[in-house]
Each structure stands twice: as C-alpha cells, then as structure tokens.
C-alpha cells in the first residue's frame, strides 16, 4: 500500500525585497484508504503544502517519501514519472483543456500514461461512467456544469491508478449537492485504498473525512 510521508517541510518564495515563509515545518503522513483534510485560511500555505506532496514544487527543507523513495532526492528528469505515477491532481479550478471533450481530457492523461487509441478510448469511457458522466463523454467543458467539470476532472485524476489523489479546493466552486458528489466519490476512491488529502477552508467536507489538520500561517497546529 502506497503511504506518502512529509517531514518538516519548509517553502519559503524568496522575492525580491522579502522572503514569504509559505510552510514551516509541516510533518503529515497519511495511509491508504484514508482521506486527510487540511484547513486552514486564505494565505496559510494550503496550495503550497499540497504541490509539494504531490511533487510539482521543491520544499526548500525537508522530505517528502512516497513508496519508500524520496521524492526530491531524485534527478529532476524523473519527477514527471513519479508524479505520473502516483499522484492525481483534482483542481478548484477543474482546469480542462476546453477544446476537448470530457472523453478526450481523460484520455490525454491515459496516453501520458503509455494507453493509447482505443484501449484509451474505452478506459475513459469506464473513468466517466464512474463519476456518473456515461450521457457527457462528447462533450465541451463549457457545455457541462461545475459539478459536471468536477466529476470529469476526478475521473481525469483517477486515470491510470495512482494510490494518492491530492485535491485543491475540490468542493468550492459548487453548491451543496454537487459538493457532496464530489465528496461521495473521493470516499469512493478512498475505499480501494488510496490515499486522499485535500486542502480547503470549506467546512462542508468535515464529516467525509477521516482526520482533519489545521495549517495557521504555515504551520500544522493540529
Ligand atoms: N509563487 C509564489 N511566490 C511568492 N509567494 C507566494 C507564491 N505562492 C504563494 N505565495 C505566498 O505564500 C503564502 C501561502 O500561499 P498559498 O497559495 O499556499 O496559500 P493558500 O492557503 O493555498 O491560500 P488560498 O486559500 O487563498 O488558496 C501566501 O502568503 C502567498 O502570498
Ligand atoms: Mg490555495
């Protein structure tokens, strides 16, 4: 079972006059199957913490462990296949390629991850069907709604099974129902033993999680 391991994570943005200290300090671990949720308010390092999880950002200290290996004592060159291969990224944003229909945003992902055509083609079909989105495969982002965008981005997450999905804000551009969908479906991919963490301030998500921590000013306070 894939675990991802943080210890003493710091990010500080050097700027030109000042430098942001964004996370200091910040040790989390999660384990399969479990969906961790990390509050905090606007500015308190919540994107940041998670893009070093999910190895886009380099900390500044410290180490993040996925499968035993540590992830920013790698070669620069192999962290696109790392992150390719454990980690889906779900957005607040969805951010979808808008000239391509939900199939096919599922299916750019699958092609990264070495399926191709049809094989493709069908497993987005299955990845959609999932989230509830069998009648939507040919259509254009704009043509869905938020919480439609959301599934399609979850199912674009899913592709390719990785054991750790990392969601910014997933529930915060939609309203009650779609944001439980939302939730019911990160459960969903909780049970076949991910691991799930997700940074937000929305307090609609508290009871379809496992664990919640606190991020104030960059610190984990609980
Ligand atoms: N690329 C950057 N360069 C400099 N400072 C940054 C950068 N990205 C974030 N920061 C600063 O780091 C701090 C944490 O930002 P971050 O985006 O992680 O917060 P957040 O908790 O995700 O906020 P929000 O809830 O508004 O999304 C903020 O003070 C922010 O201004
Ligand atoms: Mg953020």
Not at 6 to 34: I, M
Not at 37 to 58: E, W, Y
Not at 71 to 85: C, K, T, Y
Not at 103 to 124: F, H, T
């Amino acid at each position: 079972m894939t675990t991802i391991e943080a210890t003493a994570l710091t990010k500080v943005y050097r700027e030109a006059t000042t430098d942001v200290v964004a996370v200091r300090d910040a040790s989390l671990a999660t384990a399969a199957g479990e969906i961790v949720a990390v509050m905090g308010p606007s500015g308190s390092g919540k994107t940041t913490l998670l893009s070093m999880l999910g190895c886009i950002l380099r900390p500044t200290t410290g180490t993040v462990t996925i499968d035993g290996q540590r992830v920013w004592d790698s070669d620069e060159r192999d962290l696109p296949r790392l992150r390719r291969r454990y980690v889906g990224f779900i957005f607040q944003s969805f951010n979808l390629f808008p000239a391509l229909t939900a199939a096919e945003n599922v299916e750019v992902v699958l092609n990264l991850k070495g399926l191709d055509g049809r094989a493709a083609r069908r497993e987005a079909g299955r990845l959609l069907e999932r989230v509830g989105l069998a009648p939507r495969l040919d259509f254009r982002p704009r043509d869905l709604s938020g919480g439609e965008k959301q599934r399609v981005s979850i199912a674009r997450a899913l592709a390719g099974d990785p054991p750790l999905i990392l969601a910014d804000e997933p529930t915060a551009n939609l309203d009650a129902s779609n944001g439980e969908q939302v939730m019911r479906l990160l459960r969903e991919a909780a049970a076949q033993g991910r691991s799930v963490v997700i940074v937000t301030h929305d307090h609609r998500v508290a009871p379809w999680v496992d664990r919640t921590v606190l991020l104030e000013d960059g610190r984990l306070v609980a």
